[in-house]
C-alpha cells in the first residue's frame, strides 16, 4: 500500500501502538507486508535499540524487525519507500554516536543481528564456506566471531580483521574494518567479492566488481547510505594455528615511527620475510603497558615502565605478530630474531606470548568480560578515530600526545600505519591523500558526567589542532552533524557521494542516524538538503 501522505502515516501508526499497548497485537499498518520474520513494538525491545556502545545519544524507533530473510528486508524497505519512513539497519549497535540509530521515531531499525537465521544459530544457512571456492558466504548481521568460529572448521579465516570480533559483517564492511593485518591485505572491505544489497528503493541487487559494481563500490565503506548488505562473499586463506605475539618499546617517536613504516613496507613480501600483524599504542599514563584492548601477559617483565621515559613522558609500543603453523613452529623463533633485528627498540623491553590463532583474534573480547563483569563495560565512550598522514605525524605526536593529553588519558590510544594502495579508490571511504597514513584511535571511557565533558573537550581541542596547524586529517568512522563538514570530509569523492545517494536511496530513508543526508518526510522526493 502506498502512503503518499505522512502525516496519515504517522496517525495510523499511532492508532496501531496505542491497540499494542492496550494488549492487542496490531502490526503498524505500513509494516504489515507479511514478515516471515519478527516485527515488535515492544517497550523493552525498542529500549534496547535506542542506544549503541557509545552511549552519547539516543533513538526513538516506531518498531523493530528482525528478518528472517533478504526478502524480509526487501518488504520492509519497500514500504518506507513508499511511505516514506526512516530505516535503519542496526549491526551490534557498536556504534559511537547513534550512527544506527532512528531518532524521533521517524521508522524502523531492522536489527540484522538477530535475523536472517542468526538468532537461532542457523549457520546453514547464514555462513556457508566454499572451500572449493576460498570464501565463505554470510548473512550481513552475522559477527565476526561466528564467521571465524565457522571458517575454522574447515581450517580457513578471513584476512583481514578488526581487533574486535563481536561486530556485524554489514557494520564494518560499511565503514572500512581496519587491524593490524591491513597493512598487507588491506581494510575488510578490500577482501569482498560480492555483496547481496538491498537498495533504497527496496531492490535486491548482487553487485561486485564486474557486475553492478556502481552499487558495490559505493557501499563497501559507504556508512549504510546506498543499502542495507544481506550476504557478503569474504575471501579466505587457510588458518595458521597459533600466533607468536610481541610488544616492544621506544621512548624515541621518529624511531618508533621509522621502524612501523619499514614493517609496513613490508607488505606483499613472503611470510618469513615479515610480520603478520602490525599495530602500536601510546602509553601516557603509567600501568597501560595492559589496557582493557588485550589480554596480553608475557611472563618476562624486564624492565619498569617508569624507569624508561626519557622523551617527553611518553612512551610507545609497538605490537607485532608472526603465525605459525605445527609445520614451521621450529623456524618460527629464528625468523622472528631476524627481523627484530632490524628495528631500534629499547633492547630490554621484548615482552612475548604465544597463543591460538583463535585466542588471538578475540583477545578483545576477554578483556570486555572483565570490565563488564565490573560494570565498566556498559559506560559512555568518547572514541576519535583519525587517520592521520605521514608526513605530519610527528607534528601531530608534539601537538596531542606531549601537548594536549598532558598525563591523563582514560584509555588506549593506538597508532598504526596502513598503506593506501591496499585501499580501493573506487569504494565510498575516504582516506589521507599521502602513499602511507596512520591510525590514531582515542579509545577512551568516561566513568561520570565530568570526565565525560573533559574527554569530549578535548577530542575537539585534538580535531581543532590538526585544523589550525592544517594536518589534513580524515576521520576514521566519521561523525559530523553539518552539512559542510561532511562536504569537507568527502572532498573531492561528494560529488559522486551524493550522485550515488539520488541513485540508490532517493529518498534518503536509510541510515538516517549517520546525518549526512536529511530525511524530510513532507518532501520525500527531493534531496532538498545538502546537495
Ligand atoms: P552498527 O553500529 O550496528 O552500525 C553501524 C552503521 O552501519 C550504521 O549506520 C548502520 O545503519 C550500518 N549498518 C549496519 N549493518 C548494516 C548492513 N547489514 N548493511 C548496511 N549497513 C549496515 N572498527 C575497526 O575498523 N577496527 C577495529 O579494530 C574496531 N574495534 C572496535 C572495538 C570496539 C569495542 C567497538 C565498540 C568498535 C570497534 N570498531 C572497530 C568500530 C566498528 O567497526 C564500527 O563501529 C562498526 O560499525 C560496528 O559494527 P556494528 O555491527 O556494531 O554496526
Not at 617508569?306 to 622523551?311: E, I
Not at 629499547?346 to 570486555?368: M, N, Q
Request: contains cysteine; hydrophobic residues 40%.
Amino acid at each position: 500500500m502506498a502512503f503518499n501522505n505522512n502525516k496519515h502515516v504517522l496517525l495510523t501508526f499511532a492508532i496501531c501502538c496505542l491497540i499494542v499497548t492496550v494488549g492487542l497485537t496490531v502490526v503498524p499498518e505500513p509494516l504489515d507486508v507479511g514478515l516471515e520474520g519478527r516485527l515488535s513494538v515492544n517497550t523493552r525491545e525498542l529500549e534496547a535499540v535506542s542506544v549503541d556502545f557509545g552511549r552519547l545519544s539516543r533513538g526513538e524507533a516506531w518498531a523493530v524487525v528482525q528478518p528472517a530473510t533478504a526478502e524480509d528486508v526487501v518488504r520492509v524497505v519497500k514500504a518506507a519507500f513508499e511511505a516514506p519512513f526512516a530505516v535503519s539497519a542496526r549491526g551490534h549497535g557498536h556504534s559511537i554516536n547513534g550512527q544506527a540509530l532512528i531518532k524521533e521515531k521517524k521508522g524502523v531499525v531492522i536489527e540484522m543481528v538477530k535475523g536472517g537465521g542468526s538468532n537461532n544459530g542457523d549457520k546453514e544457512n547464514s555462513i556457508r564456506v566454499s572451500e572449493k571456492g576460498m570464501y565463505v558466504d554470510v548473512w550481513g548481521g552475522r559477527l565476526w566471531i561466528d564467521v571465524l568460529s565457522a571458517t575454522l572448521e574447515y581450517g580457513l579465516a578471513p584476512m583481514s580483521w578488526t581487533d574486535y570480533l563481536y561486530l556485524s559483517v554489514g557494520g564494518t564492511l560499511s565503514n572500512a574494518g581496519i587491524s593490524g593485518q591491513t597493512f598487507n591485505h588491506g581494510p575488510q572491505i578490500s577482501n569482498v567479492y560480492e555483496l547481496d544489497v538491498v537498495t533504497g528503493k527496496g531492490e535486491l541487487v548482487t553487485c561486485s566488481e564486474d557486475r553492478n559494481s556502481e552499487l558495490f563500490h559505493a557501499v563497501l565503506g559507504g556508512l549504510g547510505q546506498f543499502g542495507i548488505i544481506t550476504r557478503a562473499r569474504i575471501a579466505l586463506e587457510p588458518a595458521p594455528h597459533r600466533v607468536r605475539w610481541i610488544r616492544v618499546l621506544y621512548s624515541n617517536f621518529a624511531t618508533f615511527c621509522k621502524d612501523q613504516e619499514y614493517l609496513i613496507s613490508m607488505h606483499g613480501k613472503p611470510g618469513n620475510e615479515r610480520f603478520d600483524y602490525v599495530e602500536g599504542f601510546v602509553i601516557v599514563d603509567e600501568g597501560l603497558i595492559n589496557n582493557w584492548r588485550s589480554s596480553f601477559f608475557s611472563a618476562s617483565n624486564p624492565v619498569k615502565i617508569t624507569s624508561l621515559k626519557a622523551d617527553g613522558d611518553v612512551l610507545y609500543c609497538l605490537e607485532i605478530t608472526k603465525n605459525y603453523n605445527q609445520g614451521n613452529a621450529d623456524s618460527v623463533d629464528e625468523e622472528i630474531q631476524s627481523l627484530l633485528k632490524k628495528l631500534d627498540f629499547i633492547p630490554t623491553s621484548v615482552f612475548t606470548t604465544d597463543l591460538p590463532y583463535l585466542d588471538f583474534l578475540d583477545r578483545v573480547h576477554k578483556a570486555e568480560l572483565k570490565l563488564r563483569s565490573k560494570g565498566l563495560w556498559d559506560v559512555p565512550h568518547p572514541w576519535l578515530n583519525l587517520f592521520v598522514p605521514k608526513s605530519r605525524i610527528a607534528d601531530f605526536d608534539k601537538g596531542v600526545f606531549k601537548g594536549i593529553l598532558g598525563n591523563k588519558t582514560s584509555g588506549p590510544i593506538l597508532i598504526y600505519p596502513m598503506n593506501k594502495n591496499k585501499w580501493d579508490q573506487r569504494s565510498s571511504v575516504v582516506t589521507p591523500e599521502e602513499d602511507v597514513f596512520y591510525l590514531v584511535a582515542f579509545l577512551r571511557s568516561a566513568l561520570d558526567t565530568e570526565t565525560l565533558e573533559y574527554l569530549s573537550n578535548e577530542n575537539r581541542q585534538i580535531v581543532r589542532f590538526c585544523h589550525d596547524s592544517e594536518i589534513k586529517v580524515k576521520q576514521y568512522l566519521p561523525h559530523y552533524t553539518t552539512h559542510q563538514e561532511w562536504m569537507d570530509h568527502f572532498g573531492d569523492k561528494w560529488t559522486q557521494f551524493s550522485a550515488r545517494k539520488m541513485k540508490f536511496d532517493p529518498r534518503q530513508i536509510l541510515a538516517t542516524g549517520q546525518q549526512i543526508f536529511q530525511f524530510d518526510p513532507s518532501n520525500p522526493l527531493t534531496l532538498t538538503n545538502y546537495i
